[in-house]
């Protein structure tokens, strides 16, 4: 009978010897699953639309009164991201009109801006808002100005593409209505 005891302790010391290893198996094991990791180095580049305004305006002296002045302009995407673009103009008030102005590939908004309506891809130009300018009067080419303001904007808000320019436009800050 006392064997029988002895027996009965040694596999109750047993099992609980397997028990307190499993346990402690069990935590190492969950301790090491919980503070395991990994290191993932992430690179990105910024998209940068840089854009020039293009212009041909030879300087004739003096301009003919009411005649036609050749002035074309456009603008070129020099950045690495596809962008829509728009421009305004200021002049002196010896302009009398823009000439042959593009209402295919431009569009006047409400704004005062020439909004183009196509993407301009990295190296690629819009095509000429106007090809020229009538004067009034005798000017001399150094009274006549004609100020271009233009501004770009990215295609993509991150990853999402803007359906067209406007949209881009307004997502910008209120520009682009046409």
Not at 47 to 68: A, H, L
Not at 113 to 132: A, D, I, P
Request: charged residues 20%.
């Amino acid at each position: 009978m006392r064997k029988k005891k002895i027996m009965a302790a040694a596999a109750g010391l047993l099992c609980g010897m397997i028990a307190v290893i499993s346990a402690v198996s069990g935590t190492a094991s969950a301790t090491a699953y919980m503070s395991d990791h990994a290191d993932v180095n992430n690179q990105f580049v910024i998209g940068n639309n840089t854009t020039t305004v293009e212009e041909e305006f030879p300087t004739p002296t003096p301009v003919p009164p009411g005649e036609y002045v050749a002035k074309k302009v456009k603008v070129t995407n020099q950045g690495n991201v596809p962008c829509y673009i728009r421009v305004a103009l200021s002049y002196s008030e010896d302009l009398i009109a823009l000439e042959n102005l593009d209402s295919e590939n431009w569009e006047t908004g409400e704004d005062g801006y020439y909004y183009y309506k196509h993407v301009v891809e990295v190296g690629s130009s819009t095509m000429n808002l106007f090809s020229g300018v009538t004067v009034k009067g005798q000017a001399e080419a150094s009274d006549i100005r004609i100020d271009v303001y233009e501004e770009s904007v990215q295609t993509t808000d991150g990853s999402k593409p803007y359906k067209d320019y406007k949209e881009a436009w307004a997502h910008y800050g209120g520009g682009g209505q046409t």
